[in-house]
């Protein structure tokens, strides 16, 4: 809520201040239009002004910026405090045209001495106030306008403040240019503007469209920039409040004025040209709005300081400042560069650009009439009614021509709506189609819509499901999203459509829609055009819709069906992996059972490992319960150790051969020792079924960069069979085999997070599973880390 006042009250503040100051320098111009004075103007200081037209007197009499009038009619030009010197120089100019006379006489100091001047009087003509007085005020209001919707946009936000104070600041210039050569009622506040303007854009370039880095990190050289126009300001104050010439220190807010705006379009071409995508297409647009127009003053400043009149780039400068307020709001507001994330306002655009036409209206019809020489009072009042008339005549009718003569541009949100909604509520593609046919059948009068649907399998092959004997059949050769209209020739019988449209999804034909003739025989105009290629766009959408909703219908009740029997499948699978987990302890256990009846006594070994069996046994069927895979329960463990384990599950099948290992001792794996063995007791058996009775097998560990590899080899022949579907479920290559073997031995791997990966390598078959270093350790103390 503070915020909302604080900006309310800032706004208020802008406004008020632009209404007196715009107010009171529009009031002194007034009194200026078709005032006598002698061919020239003069600045505070009694120097010749640049501001003028070339066809002048005192132009033609040679007077040029900076020479300056030291008397004038006897009376000499003196400074003093609280006066300016230029006070002598309109009281002469104001008794003579008082008195009657035609001329002043007028001793100005130039370049190559005094010399004595005769200027007549003569009335300030109309050309020249629009010029200098009129246009300038317009263009003031246009920034004040710019900068209001700045703040109200984004009153927090850094660029929208510093395009805020850059536009006020120029405003207040515009304001008191004129009244600074003529009234010299505003020339402090033209002082506190002369000097402020430079800093205001210098710093404004360094914040469009984003800070540059020096600005971003040091955020104190903006307020040192204002700072330091605050102190010419303050200068140029005080130099006039003590009686002081202010001539040097305007030079210097010249000079810095040309570079200012010169530093704007430099800064905003070479940050154009660094930037790419997106960033670059929103400098483009602030590059054309604001570049040209400030490089046009800056060189017209240039051309004033050097003496020359400034009315010929006057016919270009004072367009591109109108211009420029406008442009670069639009620029702001399209690519939202004030931060405001705010919605526009189609109702309240449309009322600010019909009052600027009529002020613009106002301004041509005053200004031709002033030039016709007629007064200027006179001229706006009668302008100003007549164009806001004519701007409500317009718009009356536009309107009413909208409603009689293309009823589909005022129903075109409204049908778009309803038809959008419509087709929310509806899956089916003839209900689609008939839709389609009572939203266009509701707002065009024709003698008849139809939406001729065709079927999905004819549209991907001929497109000629559905069509009528004898038509064409469409062509469905176009590209998605184009819709193609096609329009009868008169010649055709009456049962014939006068518009054709086909309704395409990403070139898949799927209706037609025809509008028969309009009722009275009336023309169809572009609106509707529009409107019913909106419609097909629609009706494609929504008839794609339909047709993917049936599919998706189907494929769930094929689906449904499916995942019935994978149920089936999968409680037959995991039975297979059940009984090939248990195939191992079970041949352990009867091995046992033989060297137990050939009264052969178990070592220790032996009884822990059978305990071992028993246990995971139990946690196997434990884990059925939650028929899932079970969560691993890593722990470190001996690499020696693993492998000890997996020979003795294979004593029975190992006979007399000997698995060759070459682990180190220190070798330790963090692992679920349950799975990990499941892992070398597959690998290894299929090793041991590969190399036949003869082969040989082995399991190596090897370090590697990125942790460890636990590879088992046997020499056997190698793979056979389909290489891509070696860890596939079910398949198998052995005779009696399950293959199941290695698909649990890759599920096992992938879910420790591990890789397995098979090759062939001097003459031998090897798994090779790569683990990262994470769960790989080589002493003993990392366990009990």
């Known amino acids: 809520m503070p915020a909302i006042e604080n900006r309310r009250w800032l706004l208020a503040v802008v406004v008020l201040a632009a209404l007196v100051l715009g107010g009171s320098g529009m009031r002194s111009a007034l009194g200026w239009y078709e005032r006598p004075f002698p061919g020239v103007l003069v600045d505070p200081d009694g120097v010749v002004s640049s501001v003028g037209l070339p066809s002048w007197e005192g132009f033609q009499k040679g007077l040029r910026y900076p020479d300056r009038v030291v008397e004038v009619d006897g009376w000499r030009l003196e400074s003093t405090a609280g006066r300016y010197r230029a006070g002598a120089w309109d009281a002469a100019v104001e008794r003579a045209a008082h008195e009657g006379r035609r001329s002043v006489h007028a001793r100005v100091e130039t370049a190559e001495g005094l010399r004595d001047v005769e200027l007549s009087l003569v009335p300030f003509d109309a050309l020249a106030w629009w010029f200098y007085a009129g246009g300038l005020m317009v263009v003031a209001s246009l920034y004040v306008g710019a900068a209001l919707i700045a703040l109200c946009a984004s009153p927090h936000g850094k660029l929208a403040r510093a395009f805020a104070s850059a536009a006020l600041f120029a405003a207040l210039f515009q304001f008191a240019l004129f009244d600074y050569h003529s009234s010299r009622h505003l020339v402090p506040f033209f002082h506190v503007a002369y000097a ?30 204002h700072g330091l126009g605050g102190l010419l300001a303050a200068a140029l104050l005080a130099s ?21 705006f010169f530093f704007f379009a430099i800064t905003l071409i070479l940050r154009f040209a660094a930037a790419e995508g997106d960033r670059r297409r929103t400098l483009r647009a602030l590059l054309v709005a604001m570049a040209p127009p400030h490089v046009v003053i800056a060189l017209g400043f240039m051309l004033a300081m050097l003496g020359a009149p400034a009315s010929t780039l006057a016919w270009f400068a004072i367009p591109a400042l109108a211009l420029t307020p406008v442009s670069s709001v639009v620029a702001f507001i399209r690519y939202d560069l004030w931060g405001s994330r705010a919605l526009l306002s189609r109702p309240l655009t449309r009322v600010i650009i019909a009052c600027m036409m009529v002020a613009l209206t106002v301004i041509l019809c005053s200004a031709c009439a002033g030039y016709a020489g007629l007064p200027l009072l006179g001229a706006i009042k009668v302008a100003a009614p007549a164009a806001v008339v004519s701007a409500a005549l317009v718009v009356f009718a536009l309107g009413a021509g909208d409603r009689k003569l293309f009823p589909a541009r005022a129903e075109y949100k409204p049908t778009v709506e309803q038809l959008s909604e419509e087709l929310t509520l509806v899956a089916d593609p003839d209900e689609v189609a008939f839709a389609v046919e009572r939203t266009v059948a509701r707002w065009l009068s024709c003698e008849r819509v139809t939406f001729r649907r065709i079927a999905v399998d004819a549209a991907d092959g001929a497109g000629s499901a559905g069509a009528a004997p004898g038509e064409p059949a469409p062509t469905a050769d176009e590209s ?4 193609v209209i096609e329009v009868e020739p008169s010649t055709t019988s009456a049962s014939a459509s006068e518009l054709s449209l086909t309704v395409m999804f990403r070139g898949r034909l ?11 025989g009336a023309l169809f105009t572009s609106e509707d055009l529009d409107l019913l290629r909106t419609i097909g766009n629609q009706a494609a959408l929504a008839m794609a819709h339909a047709h993917s909703y049936a599919e998706l219908e189907r494929r769930r009740r094929e689906q449904a069906a499916a995942w019935r029997d994978e149920r089936a499948a999968l409680i037959e699978t995991l039975a297979a992996e059940i009984t090939h987990e248990v195939r191992y302890p079970i041949n352990f256990f009867r091995s046992v059972f033989k060297r137990g009846s050939k009264n052969q006594s178990l070592d220790a070994e032996e009884v822990d490992i059978g305990c071992e069996e028993v246990e995971r046994l139990e946690r196997l069927v434990m884990g059925l319960r939650r028929v899932t895979h079970r969560k691993l329960e890593r722990r470190r463990l001996a690499v020696e150790e693993l492998v000890s384990r997996a020979e003795m599950l294979l004593r029975d099948q190992l006979g007399k051969r000997r698995i060759e290992a070459r682990v180190s001792a220190g070798s330790r794996l963090r692992c679920d020792p349950d ?36 590879v088992v080899w046997d020499t056997g022949p190698g793979i056979s069979g389909d290489a891509s579907r070696l860890f596939a479920p079910w398949y198998t290559t052995k005779p009696r085999g399950t293959g199941l073997g290695l698909a649990i031995t890759h599920r096992i791997v992938r879910a420790h997070g ?32």
């Open 754 to 785: 591990w890789l397995i990966e098979p090759e062939r390598r001097d003459g031998t078959t090897r798994f090779v599973i790569s683990i990262p270093a994470a769960d790989v350790s080589m002493t003993a103390e990392d366990e009990v880390a």
């Open 240 to 260: 006039h409040a003590m009686g002081w010439t202010t001539v040097a220190l305007r030079s210097v807010c010249a000079i810095l004025f040309v570079a200012s």
């Open 196 to 225: 402020l303007v430079p800093m205001s854009f210098f710093t404004l370039a360094l914040r469009l469209p984003d800070d540059v880095p020096l600005i971003a990190r040091y955020p104190v050289f903006a307020r040192i920039a």
């Open 675 to 710: 799975q990990a063995t499941q892992v070398l007791v597959n690998l290894l058996s299929n090793g041991l079924d590969a190399a036949g009775d003869k082969g040989t097998i082995g399991v190596v560990w090897e370090t590697t960069e990125s942790g460890a590899e636990l």
């Open 480 to 483: 998605s999203g184009e819709r």
């Open 510 to 520: 799927l209706g037609v829609l025809e509008v028969g003739k309009k009722r009275g």
